[in-house]
């Protein structure tokens, strides 16, 4: 087998610790069956929205190759069982500095526990579905369908982030799969929900927020391309950078999709003007989606339903703002750009609210708040006869 088909197909776990990894599934798989349904798809919102942003630190404090295998850690189930080829991998690298540590460790699995966890609850989210349709609950298989395929194929992604060696297209496609996710999520959660009522606000508004949210979407994909990248840096000051609104930058080597981390498509090291294109690009375009964005805000304004959306809209846009600001004028430190990371996972969950709300037909009546569970329960007996 090459080193491209392995990195593809690794699986380093032990049957039993894939066992103990699988039984401890079925232990959530249990408490999702038994969850409300709004219960049910608000957590894996929530859980989402925390993973996107956890998943940023992961990358941020270089933890992605803490475990430099997959799915276990050096084939074990916790890094605490692993801790003798830490220990080793660590000596080998001349210390913590290096891509292993302790702490690296456990932060990556955190991260693949809490996924694990978010595509179980996906699972119960189809699996109910599918009973609640075959048992005459109105409710639509497509959405549950595509969230189930989607986490698989953003869990290979997180596979393949790790076998690949932090490719950067692929850790920044990874990164927009869970921001996808996040809205498919989101969309069924509000397609569940009775008390969302949409609002005819024209054709205008909604062509103004499908804009908004594409522009965020791209700018999203060019701040995972700085971050993989490790161009958050390479432009100092601001507005300008490195003291000119045209700096010295490679365009062409800096946005050469596929290649391998620090190098360029033809294997040489990147140059400096390679990563402040890719820096700068992300700046130019930052100013492209937040115009996008306030003229969405502006076409929900006019509408009173609307506003308290409009306004929280705005809001995250403009923090948004604020943090790219502060990372480049205070050396990029580490809670802002995490915060800079689940900023822009919110203002997508807020345009996606918003194209719902002015584009969904509104449910007459929400699911049943015991959707899908019915075949968990077990029938009570029949009550004694009184004499």
Not at 24 to 37: C, D, I, Q, S
Not at 76 to 89: D, G, R, S, V, Y
Not at 286 to 314: G, P
Request: aromatic fraction near 12%; charge should be positive.
């Amino acid at each position: 087998m090459s080193v491209a088909s392995n990195a593809i197909w690794q699986f380093s776990l032990h049957w039993v610790q894939a066992l103990v990894w699988v039984l401890v599934l079925a232990g959530v798989f249990w408490m999702g069956l038994k969850m409300r349904w709004s219960k049910l798809t608000a957590v894996l919102v929530f859980l989402t929205l925390d993973l996107v942003m956890f998943g940023s630190y992961v990358r941020l404090t270089d933890s992605g190759l803490g475990c430099p295998d997959w799915p276990g850690c050096y084939a074990k189930f916790t890094p605490l069982q692993a801790h003798e080829q830490i220990a080793q991998a660590v000596e080998d690298q001349g210390g913590t500095q290096g891509y292993v540590s302790p702490f690296k460790a456990w932060v990556e699995m955190i991260h693949r526990y809490a996924g694990s966890i978010i595509g179980t609850l996906i699972m119960v989210l189809l699996a109910r579905a599918i009973w609640a349709r075959k048992h005459g609950e109105d409710i639509k298989l497509g959405l549950p369908i595509v969230l189930f395929f989607w986490v698989i194929l953003q869990g290979l992604f997180g596979k393949w982030t790790v076998t690949m060696q932090l490719i950067p297209l692929i850790v920044t496609l990874h990164l927009m799969g869970g921001v996808i996710l996040l809205a498919l999520l989101a969309w069924f959660w509000m397609r569940n929900r009775a008390d969302l009522v949409s609002v005819n606000a024209g054709t205008l508004t909604r062509t103004l927020l499908w804009i908004a949210m594409i522009a965020v979407s791209i700018q999203i994909f060019l701040g995972g391309w700085t971050s993989t990248n490790y161009a958050a840096l390479a432009c100092s000051g601001f507005p300008t950078c490195n003291g000119s609104f045209d700096p010295n930058a490679n365009w062409a080597q800096g946005f050469t999709l596929w290649r391998h981390l620090g190098l360029t498509g033809d294997g040489q090291p990147i140059t400096e003007a390679a990563l402040v294109a890719i820096q700068w690009g992300h700046r130019l375009f930052a100013i492209v989606a937040t115009a996008a964005v306030f003229a969405a805000v502006a076409a929900l304004w006019r509408f009173t339903a609307l506003r308290r959306l409009a306004m929280w809209i705005a809001i995250a846009v403009v923090l948004q703002v604020v943090f790219g600001i502060v990372l480049v004028t205070e050396g990029h430190p580490l809670i802002v750009a995490v915060a800079h990371n689940g900023g822009s996972a919110v203002l997508m969950l807020l345009l996606v609210m918003g194209i719902y709300r002015v584009s969904a037909t509104a449910r007459q009546q929400a699911p049943s708040e015991s959707l899908g569970s019915a075949f968990v329960k077990v029938t009570p007996p029949h009550p004694l006869p009184k004499h």
